[in-house]
């Protein structure tokens, strides 16, 4: 997919996490034991516990702009925003972030996390 020509009715952020939908697929059909296995652990890790979802949603947001993780970073934004945490939750998840990762961790949170939430948050 190119990033650069999307439908009219489809924001880059969706784009994203669209391509990302397909690649878990293809690689789904070709590696569909490790998938599974992985598939039930994360579901597992994110679960409602003594951490509520959204926490853990935050906490992978936080780990995702450390790790410079463009696909990780939307695909948590859009958890954050499902599990119903504000602009200012994901913005504070964002500043510890950048207290751990610096100028680098600041520019995605100011750049791809911020457009990520005000695309995803729209609809």
């Known amino acids: 997919m190119n990033h650069h020509e999307t439908n009219h009715d489809v924001n880059l952020s ?3 996490l669209q391509e990302y939908k397909h ?3 293809v690689f789904s059909e070709k590696m ?3 998938a599974h296995a992985f598939s039930e652990f994360s579901e597992a890790c994110f679960k409602e516990g003594e951490l509520s ?8 947001l936080g780990i995702s702009i450390v790790a410079q993780d463009e696909y990780c970073m939307i695909y948590h934004t859009k958890g954050c925003i499902d599990q119903g945490a504000t602009e200012q939750e994901v913005m504070e998840a964002c500043s510890v972030a ?3 990762g610096g100028g680098a961790a600041l520019s995605q ?3 791809i996390v911020q457009d990520t939430f005000n695309d995803l948050k729209e609809h």
Do not use: H, N
């Open 53 to 60: 979802k959204k926490s853990k949603q935050l906490i992978a």
């Open 32 to 34: 569909p034991e490790v």
């Open 14 to 16: 969706q784009a994203y």
């Open 23 to 25: 690649g878990i697929g």
């Open 98 to 100: 950048a207290a751990f």
């Open 109 to 111: 949170a100011a750049t």
